[in-house]
């Protein structure tokens, strides 16, 4: 056995002085010296959960971010080419061609929707006509009274030549794709 004197010079003892100046001597028990391999791996796991977690959300804040700025542009170039698109002249059908001369008018409309200045990275061949209706008038049912409606077929005997043009445009990426229909 250890006189009082010899266990306070033990490591993890400590030797205090008293308010009488008597010493008193002070035992820590080792278990409480220090971190343990266990600590210190569950803060490492719970620091790693918390970074990934982090850098997830900064990945989905970037890929949302770069979405959102696709569908803007996109929505931008169509306004931009459906204002110029129905500024410009409208070409009047032939009822010479099968078609109405349907593809000859889209051949038409394309370069002035190709004239439009593209968002940066972005291409002519993103931006295209592809479709093209005219207002009709028929007796569909029988019934006598004539229907109106967009077709694919050119009425030239009527005065009603209207034009629905429907414009498209994909993002660089494929993953946007808007349409927007003017009347012209």
Not at 23 to 32: E, G, L, T
Not at 118 to 137: C, K, M, R
Not at 170 to 175: A, E, H, L, T
């Amino acid at each position: 056995m250890l006189s009082p004197r010899e266990e306070s010079c033990q490591p993890g003892h400590r030797v205090d002085a008293g308010a009488d100046g008597t010493a008193a001597v002070n035992v820590h028990d080792r278990r409480d010296s220090g971190t343990t391999l266990v600590e210190i791996l569950v803060s490492i796991v719970l620091i790693g959960t918390a970074v990934v977690a982090t850098l997830g959300a900064l990945r989905i804040s970037i890929l949302g971010g770069t979405i959102h700025r696709d569908h803007a542009n996109a929505h931008a170039w169509l306004q931009s080419a459906s204002d110029v698109l129905y500024a410009s002249e409208k070409e009047d059908c032939d009822t010479s061609l099968g078609d109405g001369g349907r593809s000859v008018i889209i051949g038409k409309y394309q370069p002035i929707v190709d004239a439009v200045v593209n968002p940066e990275g972005w291409t002519n061949s993103q931006i295209q006509v592809v479709g093209l209706d005219f207002w009709n008038a028929t007796d569909t049912d029988g019934d006598g009274i004539v229907e109106y409606r967009f077709g694919p077929v050119c009425q030239d005997s009527i005065n009603l030549a209207l034009q629905r043009v429907t414009l498209e445009v994909r993002s660089p990426s494929g993953r946007i794709i808007e349409q927007v229909e003017l009347v012209k």
